[in-house]
T-cell receptor, first 114, second 115 residues
Framework: AQKVTQAQTEISVVEKEDVTLDCVYE???????LFWYKQPPSGELVFLIR??????QNEISGRYSWNFQKSTSSFNFTITASQVVDSAVYFC???????????FGKGTRLSVIA | DAGVIQSPRHEVTEMGQEVTLRCKPI?????LFWYRQTMMRGLELLIY????????DSGMPEDRFSAKMPNASFSTLKIQPSEPRDSAVYFC?????????????FGPGTRLTVL
């Protein structure tokens, strides 16, 4: 069975603080993809990143960075110098060749306070 | 491209009424997904289509829910009869190819309230 766990339900930080959102996944497949989506207050789901199971290199995009560790089945997301506009619900998701659709975690609600 | 289009954006109805949610996927995309989002259960996949054919509807809650995709540019999700517990945000998404190799684009969602 495939499962994504985001243990942090809600996080609140002060602007300019760094924050890490945790994601732990379960799958028996060796080939899979991991995703992060952002859902701002407006409600739409915005794609942030997709990583495949064979690429464990960390990725940085501006203030966003992702740490993928197969040894711990984790795909954590860090926002550096958080801003109020980062306030949103962030979802981690998993997909594999044997399970086409995305399996989502329950999401982490991030509130960045000015 | 216009993105995934969903209508209506908001729907308020009374228990027992039929509700139809509509989705127009991105042109050329061959996969279409219907999700439901609630506070309690998060994002749940209800059903998905490939080339207009339903592939997996195991997420459909019960027989009151049905989905169709009569052509590549249109899909509906119908609830009949609706119940208060169906209140949720329903998302439609589409992708070109399997999700593992292609980004899944989401529509803005339909917020359904059943009184």
């Amino acid at each position: 069975a495939q499962k994504v766990t985001q243990a942090q339900t809600e996080i609140s930080v002060v602007e300019k603080e760094d924050v890490t959102l945790d994601c732990v996944y379960e799958t028996r497949d060796t080939t899979y993809y991991l995703f992060w989506y952002k859902q701002p207050p407006s409600g739409e789901l915005v794609f942030l990143i997709r990583r495949n199971s064979f690429d464990e290199q960390n990725e940085i995009s501006g203030r966003y960075s992702w740490n993928f560790q197969k040894s711990t089945s984790s795909f954590n997301f860090t926002i550096t110098a958080s801003q109020v506009v980062d306030s949103a619900v962030y979802f981690c998701a998993l997909s594999s060749f044997r399970n086409t659709p995305l399996v989502f975690g329950k999401g982490t609600r991030l509130s960045v306070i000015a | 491209d216009a993105g995934v289009i969903q209508s209506p954006r908001h729907e308020v109805t009374e228990m027992g009424q039929e509700v139809t949610l509509r989705c127009k996927p991105i042109s050329g995309h061959d996969y279409l997904f219907w999700y439901r989002q609630t506070m309690m259960r998060g994002l749940e996949l209800l059903i998905y289509f490939n080339n207009n054919v339903p592939i997996d509807d195991s997420g459909m809650p019960e027989d009151r829910f049905s989905a169709k995709m009569p052509n590549a540019s249109f899909s509906t999700l119908k609830i009949q009869p609706s119940e208060p517990r169906d209140s949720a945000v329903y998302f439609c998404a589409s992708s070109l190819g399997l999700v593992i190799i292609s980004e899944q684009f989401f529509g803005p969602g339909t917020r359904l309230t059943v009184l």
